[in-house]
């Protein structure tokens, strides 16, 4: 399918950017769902599940998971389409890794997610809280796999070096969209900065994992690029899903794009060599992580 085709096969959709049904889901209220928020109250804890808006938080939290946001929930950037406040964080949490690892632990998860938001004001990124969270994990949960959803530090590689010496299971980092929208959607990040931190953790022997979000106005052949990129930098892993602007303040959505093209891309991933491809409307970086890390580690 060419891009013009593509443009007209989602012209009704996006025309009033009314919701398509694919992208309609409902919170429910399962035991499982409290038994979670609970918890991450309790533990006085960030999700980015909350923080981002993700629209599948009912799914994932009454299967028990979600993904923990450390280092606060103020970010030191302004990406475009993000729902994580910014601004200046005033303080760094050095009980956060315990309290991680206690509600993983109180989760019983197999499989856990931890994600951050930048904190470019540290002068290792928060890299020594990322570690001490791993650490703490560990001992509380050894079973447990880590995948870790990290900020670029800046392009300090220290930084990123103080994380891979903790020894998360999956390393991933995402580029979130094609770099000719960069200015718009992540004007603070370098989408070469980022394949660059992919390929240091690859070519120390990391299972690497990566992302972008469809549906901000780049084209079909650039996202093609983009995992042609992606493959170069050795990524074993990669999501696509739906960008879904989660406040009127945020970047317009585009256009929706459809289950059938984001098929035609996982198709297009495969070929081009990723072990795994999640490529779908509600799919997240995080979403069913455990499930598709499985084919690797
Ligand atoms: S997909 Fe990830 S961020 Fe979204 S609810 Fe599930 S665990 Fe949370």
């Known amino acids: 399918m060419n891009n013009k085709t593509l443009a007209e096969s989602t012209e009704k959709e996006s025309k009033g950017r009314t919701k398509p049904d694919w992208l309609k889901v409902r919170l429910p209220s ?8 609970k918890l ?3 533990n006085d804890l960030h999700t980015v599940c909350e923080s981002a808006a993700c629209p ?3 799914e994932c939290w009454s299967h028990s998971t979600a993904t923990f946001m450390i280092l606060g929930n103020i970010c030191t950037r302004s990406c475009g389409f993000c729902n994580v406040i910014t601004g200046k964080p005033t303080e760094l949490d050095l009980d956060e890794p315990r309290r991680v690892a206690d509600a993983i632990a109180k989760l019983d998860l197999e499989y856990a997610v931890i994600t951050s938001v930048n904190r470019d004001e540290l002068k290792d990124g928060g ?3 990322w570690a001490e969270t791993i650490r703490q994990t560990r001992l509380a949960c050894p079973k447990t796999k880590i995948e870790v959803l990290i900020p670029d530090f800046v392009g300090n590689w220290d930084a990123l070096n103080i994380v891979l010496d903790a020894k998360p299971d999956v390393l991933n980092h995402n580029i979130e969209t094609v770099p000719r929208l960069y200015l718009r959607v992540r004007p603070q990040g370098k989408f070469v900065r980022s394949l660059e931190l992919l390929k240091i953790a690859k070519d120390k022997g ?3 994992k990566s992302g972008i979000m469809l549906g901000l106005g780049e084209t079909k052949d650039e996202v093609i690029d983009t995992m042609k990129a992606w493959r170069k930098s050795g990524v074993d892993l990669v999501t696509l899903g ?3 602007q989660p406040t009127l303040n945020h970047l317009p959505v585009d256009r929706f794009v459809t289950p059938e093209e984001f098929d035609e ?5 495969l070929e081009l060599g990723f072990k795994n491809v999640f490529s779908g409307p509600l799919v997240r970086s995080s979403y069913h992580a455990f499930e598709q890390a499985a084919e690797v580690i």
Do not use: H, L, W
């Not at 399962?30 to 928020?37: D, F, G, L």
């Not at 891309?265 to 991933?269: A, D, L």
């Open 56 to 58: 599948n938080r009912g």
């Open 242 to 244: 739906q960008y879904m």
């Open 265 to 269: 891309f996982k198709e297009i991933g």
């Open 206 to 208: 990391f299972v690497t």
């Open 127 to 129: 890299a020594a809280v």
């Open 40 to 42: 991450i109250t309790d």
């Open 30 to 37: 399962s035991p499982a769902y409290a038994k979670v928020k």
